[in-house]
């Protein structure tokens, strides 16, 4: 099956730092791609659709400036945590939709988890 | 909320017993999936069920779906010690988003 790829796969940072993830698609293009957080314990929550070449589309809630997405290209879009502070810290997953071959199939990379100290 | 609801939070079962779990959602589905989690791991897909489907069955999961009742469970049958983990169920809406339940914890014990 199609495979997605994040990293890093763990981050540590100080405090005021930006951070970015990279979510690639392996081996599909993918022109729209979702990136989630997920605190311990929790659910997913969907922060927002990264889809390529255009601007992304943020769920409420969602610092736009803060978590700036960038989908340059059909198979990597970035995640980049502006200003990181501890409450930042999260596991951060994206996912990416295979349109050409599985069209109900999203594909999840393996996770990102970001501790802000 | 966004999200939807599962039930129950958490399940303890003995192994080789059948464990069931029930999602429910609110909006209108392109389709209903579930997935596994392990503790702190990445997701496993499981199984996807289209809205106009009823019962889907892959190995030792069987899933249903009632669109009237916008209810889906997720049965795993002869459980082992493996199935340990948090099950979440998803919801696709009609922006191809996915919409996640709060996750049932599943323990088996050996």
């Known amino acids: 099956g199609a495979v997605v790829s994040q990293h890093p796969s763990r981050v540590i940072c100080k405090s005021g730092t930006s951070v970015k993830i990279e979510c690639r698609s392996l081996?599909?293009?993918?022109?729209?791609m979702f990136w989630y957080r997920q605190f311990p314990k929790q659910s997913l929550m969907l922060m927002a659709t990264?889809?390529?070449?255009?601007?992304?589309?943020?769920e409420q809630g969602v610092e736009k400036d803060k978590f700036l997405i960038n989908h340059a290209s059909l198979t990597l879009s970035t995640l980049t945590v502006t200003s990181a502070h501890p409450e930042d810290s999260s596991f951060y997953i994206c996912?990416?939709?295979?349109?050409?071959?599985?069209?109900?199939?999203?594909?999840f990379g393996p996770g990102t988890r970001l501790t802000v100290l | 909320s966004q999200q939807g609801e599962e039930d129950p939070q958490a399940l303890s079962i003995q192994e080789g017993e059948n464990a069931t779990m029930n999602c429910s959602y609110k909006?209108?589905?392109?389709?209903l999936q579930w997935y596994r989690q392990n503790s702190g791991r990445g997701l496993v897909h499981l199984i996807l069920i289209r809205s106009n489907e009823r019962e889907k069955h892959s190995g030792r999961l069987r899933v249903t779906l009632d669109t009237s009742k916008k209810s889906s469970s997720l049965l795993i049958t002869a459980s082992r010690a493996a199935d340990t983990a948090s099950y979440f169920c998803a919801t696709e809406n009609s922006n191809y988003q996915l919409i996640w339940g709060a996750g049932t914890k599943l323990i088996i014990k050996p």
């Open positions: 909006t209108s589905i392109n389709n």
């Open positions: 081996d599909f293009q993918a022109t729209t």
């Open positions: 996912s990416a939709r295979d349109w050409g071959v599985h069209t109900d199939t999203q594909y």
């Open positions: 990264s889809n390529e070449g255009s601007k992304a589309t943020y």
